[in-house]
Every structure is written in C-alpha cells, then in structure tokens.
C-alpha cells in the first residue's frame, strides 16, 4: 500500500474539532477554502496566491488539540497544505500527529506574536501521517474519555483540591497531558507516580484558568453569538470593575460575570473608546447656573456626548438634555459671571431623543398568545342594546285600523263585544 495516497484528513466530530478546525467536505485547495469551520488559532494565508510562497522559509505551524500549536522545520522539504495530518518530533521522544495550519512567509511573523525567543529550539516534522501512525493515534484518542474519568477518581481519592478537566494523548500514546483547574496551589507529585503506574505512561500536568476552560467547553453568550474564548480569542487580558464603571455599567455580579464565573473579556473591547471620549467631557462635578435654578450632573451618555442635568442632586427633577458643546459654552459663561436664561439655548428646545418604536411587535410580552374571540349569545342576552321607550311604543300615523275599530254590519258603530256575538255593546243613557 502507497503511504502518499493514504488519506489522513479526518472530519472535525467532538473534541477533534480543536485538533483539526481547518479541514472541510470539498474538493478546494485547502490554502484559498473559505467553507471549512474556524477555530480561535486560524490565521488567514493572504500570501497564498503568491506562486511557491512556502519555498521561502521552511518553517510550519501545527495545530494539536485544545489550541495547542507548536512551530517545526520542513527539513524534508514536503509540499505541505494547510489540513494534512503530520507526524512531528516531541523533546521527550516519540512522535506526535498535529494538522498543519500555516506555511509560508507568515509563519515567522506567527512565531513573533507568540513572543518566541530567536534561539528557541525548532524541531522537525518526520514525515505526513501515514495508516499505522492514523491507528495509533485514533487509539490513543479512544482511551483519553476513560482516562480522564480514572484520574478524577485518583485525585479525589488523594484529597487533592482539584479539578481535571480534559486529557491530551500523544500521537503514538506514550505520554498524556492533565489539563487541570485549581484556586489554590497544588502538591501533585504524588498524583503524578499514581497516574504513570496506572496508565503506563509519561504524565505532564498543565493548568488552565477557567476562561481557558469555558473556552474549550464552548457555549451561547447571553448576546447569542458564540464564546468569543471558544471562537477566536486566544490571549486573556484580566478584566476589572473599573472598566464598567468608565462606561456607567450597573455593577451587577449577575451581568457582569460570564459562563466561567469570571467578569466578561467583552467589557474591556470599549474601554479605550470610552476613556478617549471622557477626555473630552466637561467635569461630572461641575455645577451649571441659570438665572432661575442651578442644574447637577444627573447622568452621562458618552458615546452620544450629551449630559443630562438636573435641578435636585439625589432625584431626577426638570430634566434637561444637553450636547456637550453647550455645556462648555455654560461653564465659560459662568466663568464670566453671566447666567443664561436657559440651558438648551436660544431655541429654549431641549435635545430631543426619538421615540421607541415597535414596529413589528416583536417586543411585546404577549405577543404568542391567541386573542379570544367573545362568543355571541343565543336567544338574546345583555350584549344587545336595550330600546328606548320610545322605540318600544308603536307608531300613531298612518295606523292600520284594528279589527274592533271597524264598524259592523248594522250600521251601528262602537267597539265589538265578543261575548255578545258579534252585537253592539249597549250603551248607558245617564
């Protein structure tokens, strides 16, 4: 069997998402495929049009699992793509299988972004991925779910504060990386014999932060887009409260802490924005004064620049909407001695804010619910419109004469009595 013809691309299911995000369905060059699914490591190759770009320098970034990536010299000078499967070399021994992600002139620039030092050893890539080597590596990785579950299991039972939250085998299996959580400082040296007796292999430990492990779990923000630790973000900068006070956020836990019980990465994307505008903002402590009241600061929108003031410190009273231009004219003009009449200006017209509008609904709490429809009732009831008095009394004019008003054959007129048979009633003289 041809070892070249071997096809060692695998399809991203699970966990292999993180070891081989940049592999796809189609028949396109890996280098200029826009379809295959993203991982936070991926780099777009804006130099791959450029003919034997990856001539240039014979280095190569490798993805491995949990945004892992290492950099290597193609000494055997392969025509690598981005997607293939490689057998590398590891600094203890043996081999590892990772996916190329990056060739050519970008990959030193890769390497000065990850802050490697220009006397770093560099190890080489062996060879592409061949059948056996795919074996043993789907081997390896069958036993990391059963492993993992065992090593819980051991550190609990050494009373260890810890918490193992994923395994990485090597490609050929002969060692494994506990990736762990722990608040405080742990003493695993004892762990560290246990698990190579049971396992039979070389144990590395390596700790990660709980960002670093919502980031491999994933998830839906409460925005509804995914994680940006599992999507692209690949370095985590801490985050304080201060930079929620500089955009008035509420200092809610609730709101403020993410899937990973830590404040959001997402508070610092606006800080800088925030921090240039509030230079530019007139003092929150600063007093304006009119010819009739005196106004406080009652709140701020920074990314509209308007100042909304108040003529009570502590409650909102005869609110008055201002850009901030006007309030710098305001503070001259009191610098000056002269009050004006008004804030808003010569208009005397505050800022106007647009209305909301609903326009679809969408916003409506019961806007699921079906309307019921009243029913109609049978034979009359209270739903009718009650008639008036006068549309109960039949009309006088043009009256059809009543059987009794007509007169009889006799002649004789006067009503009819019918116990009479048909004769006159008579009729009293007195």
């Not at 071997?6 to 060059?29: K, S, Y």
């Not at 990386?177 to 560290?192: C, G, K, N, S």
């Not at 609110?319 to 309030?327: A, C, D, G, I």
Request: charge should be positive.
């Amino acid at each position: 069997m041809n070892d070249d013809k071997v096809n060692n691309t695998l399809p991203p299911v699970g966990d292999d998402a993180a070891r081989q995000c940049l592999n796809c369905d189609c028949d396109t060059d890996k280098e200029r495929c826009t379809c295959r699914s993203r991982c936070n490591l991926h780099s777009h190759n804006w130099l791959a049009d450029i003919p034997d770009s990856a001539r240039y320098t014979d280095l190569v970034e490798v993805h491995f699992k949990n945004t892992r990536r290492n950099f290597y010299r193609n000494t055997l000078s392969l025509d690598l793509k981005p997607g293939e499967l490689v057998a590398v070399e590891t600094p203890t021994g043996g081999h590892d299988i990772g996916t190329v992600a990056l060739t050519g002139p970008l990959v030193k620039l890769q390497m000065k972004r990850a802050n490697l030092q220009p006397d770093v050893e560099i190890l080489r890539i062996f060879r592409r991925a061949k059948a056996t080597d795919l074996e043993r590596f789907e081997a390896a990785k069958a036993r990391e779910v059963d492993t993992m579950i065992r090593s819980r299991k051991i550190a609990a039972d050494l009373d260890l504060k810890m918490k193992i939250g994923d395994v990485e085998y090597q490609g050929d299996g002969s060692k494994a990386i506990f990736y762990y959580i722990a608040d405080e400082r742990v003493d695993f040296r004892q762990l560290i014999k246990v698990l190579a007796d049971t396992f039979k292999i070389r144990v590395e430990m390596k700790q990660i932060g709980a960002r670093q492990e919502a980031g491999r779990i994933g998830g839906m923000g409460p925005c509804g887009r995914p994680l940006c630790c599992a999507s692209w973000m690949t370095k985590f900068v801490s985050v304080s409260t201060g930079a929620a006070r500089v955009q008035d956020v509420s200092l809610n836990p609730q709101k403020l802490a993410g899937q990973c019980a830590k404040l959001k990465c997402c508070i610092n994307f606006e800080v800088d924005s925030y921090v240039e505008i509030s230079k530019q903002m007139p003092p929150r402590d600063k007093v304006l004064e009119t010819t009739d009241a005196t106004y406080f600061l009652f709140k701020t929108d920074t990314l509209k620049r308007e100042m909304t003031y108040s003529t009570d410190k502590r409650i909102a009273a005869n609110l008055v909407t201002l850009p901030v231009e006007r309030v710098w004219q305001v503070i001259e003009m009191n610098k000056n001695g002269e009050k004006p009449e008004k804030l808003s200006g010569d208009s005397g017209k505050p800022v106007e804010r647009s209305a909301y509008g609903d326009l679809v609904g969408q916003d409506s709490i019961n806007r699921f619910d079906k309307k019921k429809k009243k029913k109609k009732k049978k034979g009359g009831g209270n739903d009718r419109p009650q008639q008036t008095a006068e549309a109960k009394q039949p009309r006088q004019e043009n009256r059809r004469p009543q059987r009794n008003d007509r007169p009889h054959k006799g002649g004789q007129g006067g009503p009819r009595n019918p116990k009479n048979n048909g004769k006159p009633r008579p009729q009293n003289d007195n």
